[in-house]
């Protein structure tokens, strides 16, 4: 009986042919980081480092940064990216050569980000220098000084329904954080008001928390991982990485809103939405001049409500996390809670409303913030290398992804000793005068960094004062100490603390 099938020669020298190009596929990549003296994890046959990700990133990163210190190489399926923890790079990365050679962020092919190919985080080159400029005007503290209104009243509503909670029963942090965030965001950029936290099925919540339920280990980014030629075809399938619905809804609504505005002139709103209007460029502006010559002079129709979506999602969630991390780092401190209360109770005495004046001015809810944020930040940034380039002895190479471990560089003990203690002071001023500006990443850095960082900042500080003027966190036996996260950065299991109003002895 014949152990193998009876094949002609042909077909076996075909199939053996097939399984060695395929073999050489699977593998032919991975001396890429050994040939430019980069060290690294052993990548496996066509998944490379990918299957690492499923511990968390942030994990995997710290990992190879105490393996193999400073400078190493992964492989993203076969695609090499290199992670840098070396702040004398990060700054000419960053800053130095930001718009000749680090301008941009990972590609992704237009169809695979759906309608916003356009968006603010995902252009590139020229047409991300006049989108920039557009949005800059919109994140002035002048701009926020207007806005602050309008984010005092959703935090008063958070205040308000978290007297009305029953005080017995701990609280799920972001399912109270997260509304308020919500709230602020959509107020703010387009004058609308949801009041989330009372309306939580309403649409925009709804289809937000579709947008956000992303699995990283998706079965076709598993396949593009692997073969990366595969993106084009799924493109031409128009396959998007975000749920079509969930667009659809959005770019309506944006349109709806924006319809709307038109048709109510003159206005004095003061949100995001109006600025953008007002630099609207003519529909067929686009098509006459070239990118050049639209330079700095306004956004198109359909570029105005995709940032408008980034708006919504750049506020909301990585806010909310932020605040949830907060609040569970001042439980599980209580006497830096303390310190906070007695800071907040003599700017704002007798519950004194808050002020934006008074709030950008406090010193330790400055430290404090900053600590959390440097605990759990965003895990990574990355840049797309445009042409070859030698810095501090370590080649990059043209087109390769260079990734910046923010989670790990925030937890070098060079930098930051006992790196896993919440220790506010580290931001003092006489602290901040010594410390590296590159070693603490959470909103990016550079020509390229966050554009809302101060508006999330405005937000969280207000969040936070008005919070804990009427309430302390406590953890409580549903807490879960210390917190573990998944792989895409999030507490496996929510945070949960109990929320207890202060007394006049406690504000003592």
């Known amino acids: 009986m014949a152990v193998l099938p009876s094949l002609s020669t042909e077909t076996w020298t075909l199939l053996v042919s097939f399984l060695t190009l395929l073999i050489l596929y699977g593998i032919w990549p991975y001396s890429f980081f050994k040939k430019l003296g980069i060290p690294g994890p052993r990548p496996l046959p066509f998944f490379g480092n990918f299957l ?8 995997f990163d710290l990992e190879c940064f105490c393996k193999f210190g400073k400078v190493w190489g992964v492989f993203e399926g076969r695609t090499p990216t290199l992670a840098i923890v070396d702040t004398a790079i990060i700054k000419t990365i960053m800053v130095k050569e930001c718009y000749s050679l680090f301008t941009n962020r990972r590609n992704l092919t237009p169809k695979m980000v759906g309608p916003m190919y356009d968006a603010l985080s995902l252009v590139k080159d020229e047409k991300w220098k006049r989108i920039r400029s557009v949005l800059s005007p919109s994140f002035t503290s002048g701009r926020l000084k207007e806005v602050f209104p309008i984010a005092k009243q959703c935090a008063d509503t958070l205040v308000i329904n978290l007297h009305k909670k029953d005080r017995s029963q701990p609280v799920q942090i972001k399912d109270v954080i997260g509304p308020y965030s919500m709230d602020v965001v959509t107020s703010a950029s387009f004058s609308v008001s949801i009041d989330s936290l009372n309306n939580p099925d309403d649409p925009f919540v709804t289809n937000v928390k579709k947008m956000l339920n992303f699995n990283f280990f998706n079965p076709i980014l598993l396949i593009i991982t692997i073969f ?88 909301y969630e990585p806010t909310s996390t932020s605040l949830s991390f907060l609040a569970y780092n001042l439980a599980t401190n209580p006497d830096v809670q303390k310190k906070l209360q007695k800071e907040i109770d003599e700017v704002f005495s007798n519950k004194a409303p808050v002020t934006y004046e008074a709030l950008m001015k ?70 901040k005068e010594s410390m590296d500006p590159y070693a603490y990443l959470p909103f990016g850095t550079g020509p390229r960094n966050c554009i809302g960082m101060r508006f999330a900042l405005m937000v969280m500080k207000l969040a936070v004062v008005q919070l804990l003027q009427s309430f302390s966190f406590e953890t409580c036996k549903e807490t879960q100490v210390p917190v573990e996260l998944n792989a895409i950065f999030q507490p496996k299991k929510p945070i949960t603390l109990k929320v207890v109003p202060r007394t006049p002895s406690s504000a003592d």
């Open 52 to 59: 690492e990700f499923r511990k968390g990133v942030h994990v």
């Open 228 to 315: 990366p030629f595969t993106a084009t075809l799924l493109d031409k399938l128009n396959f998007s990485l975000f749920p079509q619905s969930v667009m659809t809804f959005f770019y309506d609504s944006f349109r709806k809103i924006k319809a709307e505005r038109k048709q109510n002139i003159p206005n004095n709103r003061v949100d995001f939405l109006q600025l953008m209007m007002d630099s609207q460029l003519p529909e067929n502006n686009s098509s006459i001049y070239g990118e050049k010559e639209l330079h700095s002079t306004g956004l198109t129709d359909h570029e105005i409500l995709s940032q408008s979506l980034i708006f919504v999602f750049g506020g």
């Open 362 to 431: 406090m010193e330790y809810l400055d430290m404090v913030i900053s600590e959390s944020l440097r605990l759990f930040p965003s895990p990574r940034l990355e840049r797309m290398c445009k042409k070859t380039v030698e810095i501090n002895g370590v080649t990059i190479p043209e087109g390769i992804i260079v990734t910046i471990p923010v989670y790990a560089l925030h937890h070098d003990p060079d930098h930051w000793p006992e790196p896993d203690v919440f220790k506010p002071e580290r931001f003092s001023k006489a602290n």
